[in-house]
């Protein structure tokens, strides 16, 4: 390749970004190690807002799970994405097992119920949910729901009694 060729390679982009476009998230630490910043979600049930993304309907956030048993049956009518950093879990519907490092793909509609099993002490997955997640009772009776708004509500309230400020949650915010 030619020195002109290499020399342009590592020159940045040379026009100007969107003025619409949204600033970057980079989270430096994203399992942090101040305990405040996860937010509880139920008894031994945290989460860590990586990405909450108002315009668009998603969120992107850590799932830290530190008890067994069976968190929660819901349905998605959007895709969601995880990946397995710490753990493992399971869904009764199913007959795979998510291990630490795998990616899973969970398809529009479908209904399961998410179980961490015993011999678990602690579980983390990313996870990034699109739209709503739909909380059901065995026979699919609605229960409640999350989205990334009432994802939002949680974490002011959190991080507003906790003392890092209800306005902390903004960096996340998109």
């Not at 020399?7 to 970004?17: D, F, L, S």
């Not at 579980?123 to 026979?139: C, E, H």
């Not at 939002?152 to 960096?171: F, I, T």
Request: hydrophobic share 35%.
């Amino acid at each position: 390749m030619a020195d002109s060729q290499q020399e342009h390679q590592r020159m940045p982009y040379q026009y100007a970004q969107p003025p619409e476009a949204a600033a970057e998230i980079v989270v430096a630490n994203a399992i942090p190690e101040d305990e405040r910043i996860w937010v509880p979600q139920a008894t031994n049930v945290d989460f860590r807002p990586l990405c909450l993304n108002v315009s668009q309907g998603y969120w992107v956030n850590l799932l830290r799970v530190r008890k067994s048993g069976v968190l929660s049956r819901h349905r998605h009518p959007n895709p969601v994405h995880g990946v397995v950093l710490k753990g493992r879990w399971r869904y009764l519907e199913h007959d795979w097992v998510a291990t630490e490092g795998s990616y899973v793909y969970e398809p529009p509609g479908e209904t399961h119920t998410l179980v961490v099993d015993e011999d678990v002490d602690e579980m983390i997955t990313l996870f990034q949910v699109n739209g709503v997640m739909y909380y059901v009772d065995p026979w699919g009776k609605h229960l409640g729901y999350e989205d990334v708004f009432t994802k939002v509500d949680m974490c002011r309230r959190h991080y507003e009694a906790c003392g890092l400020g209800r306005d902390y949650v903004d960096q996340f915010i998109r």
